[in-house]
């Protein structure tokens, strides 16, 4: 006897599920897809309005406003190398496209720790949804996203979603959980109603391990720029895509770097905030 | 003094299915066997008592007996299994939860043994939290819990953060944000625990006599005998989640009411438990002021004593006549027994600890006058009988006087 004659058919499920959404709710997707795209584009469009010199000294400003002189040099140096080599508006696309994916992992993502360090019920029903998310190998629903909402820069978007957002989630509910629990007691003690006790004391509470999250979505979308490259979303990840696929190192080598560049400076502007409430702390 | 609140039939349990575990125990099964085989812990077994407006409740008992799930079953922190809780006749227990988080924002507020700052907010801040959940302009709860802070001895410290302060600082802030919004009730959960000795002391003398003036009724959790008897009105001494003993601090003391009680008791310094009222002996021989030298001496002579003491309208003290006083008195002719009087005599209140009065029952020659406030003799201690209450023979003790 052999257990492959007990196969489950998860494939032939699979093909069915896309199929019958394809087949479906093709419209919606179309209307999702719209949205997403003219919202990249339109962020795009802002980013690159303003002059580069002008952008890259704001960028270099919040540095040193919220991270220190350090990370202003590196930020002005960084980005003027960029510039210099001709990756501005690449630069700036990858920037939209990653802004977009970040911002609609951590709203969808942030609410959901909430819920998850509320509910016990719920998080052990996301643990392995989140499990599935970060380990499930990208191609394969990088595929079906191609398929239901096109080539281009949406399937990106999707894919990079939800690749970057369990962090945001996990780290919010960790933040939250962590909260001591004569804290929140002294909190429902004066009678806080369980909003109140959340917006004054248990996400102050949690905002370093929140933002550690927002660290870690920015930096895992950074990280999905090649791949959202090979399905023809522009930026960075398309001039390191097209280098490799022509076999040119040099201009490979350049695009990478700025990669790295653009996660140094989103990585130390970002932990900064994390670390902010307890440095006004500080005597 | 009015009913303020009112604890009946009190349960809970904790684990998955506390309504079976009930039962259980009611059909006779042991804690013990309980948790062993179901896995339910009993937090408070079969708890009553009722506590008056404006009196310091302490519940005591060791580490697990319950106490602090007793204290959280009050504003429901904890949701007890069964029973009824209530407060100012207000059954709170079935409450829901609007009209529970509205009970806590008027009259409950709570001090808790870490004291849970919160540690991002200011000090200000905190001590404002509970009038800011009320919902009150900001001015308005800032200056408030500036006032607060004063009466706390804290009025420097408002823009600073809680982390900066020490340990006895940090507590009176959790005093002041429990104080700042004006509760009817204060439960204070082994607040002074994680003080320092010397602090603890400070902070307890501070609260006796924040309460002459506050006068709130406060449930207040310890773990340390010594701290029950000198805040407590009276005492309710928990073990394995039932309260094994409610009393008076002299009650529990001189009467405990089983073994557990009594194995407390044994260390307990009783020179600053016992009270001069509990060791004093009824002035059965006296004289009245009108009634001359002659009588005094005769009184004297027939009780066996030295000296007595004379008492005028009301039984105010009005001094005390040696038998050598009464002698000459007869001798010279001399009538007025207020003459020969000697007014400077030892005198203290009913309150005063014994610990106190030992200096004074050392030097005295005469027996020390137990007074109230308008003068009136309510009793007199004589030096055997703050010893015999060192010692903690205090009924014996105070039987063998009445004879003497």
């Known amino acids: 006897m052999k257990i ?40 795009e469009d802002i980013l690159m309005m303003a002059p580069e010199i002008l952008f890259i000294l704001l960028v270099a400003a919040i540095a040193w406003r919220l991270s220190g002189r350090g990370t202003a040099i590196f930020s002005l140096a960084g980005l003027l190398l960029l510039a210099s080599m001709g990756l501005w508006p690449e630069t700036m696309r990858t920037m939209a496209l990653i802004l977009t994916a970040t911002f609609i992992a951590l709203v969808i993502g942030i ?25 499930m190998p990208i191609f394969v629903y990088l595929l079906p996203a191609v398929m239901l909402f096109g080539i281009g820069i949406v399937p990106a978007v999707i894919a990079t979603i939800v690749f970057s957002m369990p962090p945001a989630i996990r780290l919010t509910n960790l933040g939250i959980r962590n909260v001591p629990g004569e804290v929140v007691e002294a909190a429902h003690s004066f009678g806080s109603s369980s909003f109140q006790t959340l917006t004054k004391v248990q996400l102050p509470l949690a905002m370093p391990s929140i933002m550690a999250g927002v660290n870690q979505c920015i930096m895992l979308s950074l990280s999905m720029v090649v791949i959202a490259a090979m399905i023809g979303a522009r930026g960075l990840g398309g001039v390191v895509y097209r280098a490799i696929t022509r076999l040119e190192i040099g201009s490979g080598f350049e695009g990478g770097v700025a990669v790295v560049i653009i996660a140094i400076v989103l990585d130390r502007i970002t932990q900064s905030m994390g670390k902010e409430p307890q440095k006004n702390r500080g005597t | 003094m009015s009913l303020k609140i009112e604890v009946n039939d009190l349960y809970k349990i904790f684990g998955p299915n506390p309504g079976l575990a009930l039962e259980r125990l009611e059909k006779g099964m042991s804690k013990e066997e309980l948790l062993q085989k179901t896995g339910h812990a009993v937090g408070v077994y079969d708890v009553s008592f009722t506590i008056d407006e404006g009196e310091i409740f302490v519940v005591m008992g060791l580490s697990g007996s319950g106490k602090s799930t007793l204290v959280r079953c009050i504003n429901r922190l904890i949701e007890p299994t069964r029973g009824e809780i209530s407060i100012d006749g207000l059954n709170i227990t079935t409450l829901p939860l609007e009209k529970l988080r509205a009970v806590r924002q008027e009259k409950l507020a709570m ?33 408030k819990a500036q006032e607060v802070l004063e009466t706390v001895g804290l009025k420097d410290w408002g823009n600073v ?83 094994v003993q409610i009393g008076t601090p002299e009650e529990i003391l001189t009467n405990p009411a089983n073994d557990y009680v009594a194995s407390f008791v044994t260390d307990v310094d009783r020179s600053r438990v016992l009270k001069a009222e509990n060791i004093m002996m009824r002035p059965t021989c006296l004289v009245r002021a009108t009634d001359g030298p002659r009588v005094a001496l005769r009184k004297m002579e027939e009780e066996g004593l030295s000296s007595i003491f004379v008492v005028g309208e009301n039984r105010t003290l009005k001094g005390i006549v040696t038998v050598d006083r009464a002698v000459e008195a007869v001798n010279t002719g001399e009538t007025d027994l207020l003459k020969i009087a000697d007014e400077d005599i030892p005198v203290t209140s009913p309150e005063t600890v014994i610990h106190d009065l030992i200096p004074a029952a050392v030097e005295a020659k005469v027996p020390i006058a137990v007074v109230n406030e308008n003068r009136k003799l309510l009793g007199i201690i004589v030096r055997v009988s703050v010893l015999a209450g060192l010692i903690g023979k205090g009924d014996e003790n105070r039987s063998l006087q009445d004879s003497a």
Do not use: C
């Open chain 2, 111 to 143: 001090v808790f043994q870490r004291f849970a700052l919160f540690p991002h907010r200011t000090i200000l801040q905190n001590v404002a939290y509970g009038l800011e959940v009320q919902g009150m302009e900001r001015a308005a709860r800032e200056k």
């Open chain 1, 111 to 135: 609410p959901l720790g909430i819920l998850s360090s509320h509910s016990d019920v719920v998080w052990r029903i996301l643990r392995p949804v989140l499990d599935f998310m970060q380990t």
């Open chain 1, 4 to 43: 492959e004659a007990y196969k489950i058919p998860l494939d032939d499920w699979a093909d069915f599920t896309v199929a019958f959404l394809r087949d479906n709710f093709r419209p919606v997707f179309r209307w999702f897809s719209g949205i997403i795209e003219s919202f990249v584009y339109g962020l």
């Open chain 2, 161 to 243: 953060y809680p982390e900066q302060l020490s340990g006895g600082m940090q507590q009176r802030v959790g005093l002041a944000r429990a104080l700042a919004v004006d509760p009817d009730i204060l439960l204070m959960d082994e607040p002074f625990s994680a003080l320092d000795p010397l602090i603890r002391k400070e902070m307890q003398e501070e609260l006796t006599e924040m309460q002459l003036k506050m006068r709130k009724t406060i449930i207040f959790i310890t773990h340390d005998l010594d701290e029950a008897l000198k805040l407590g009105d009276r005492i309710a001494i928990m073990k394995d989640g039932a309260v």
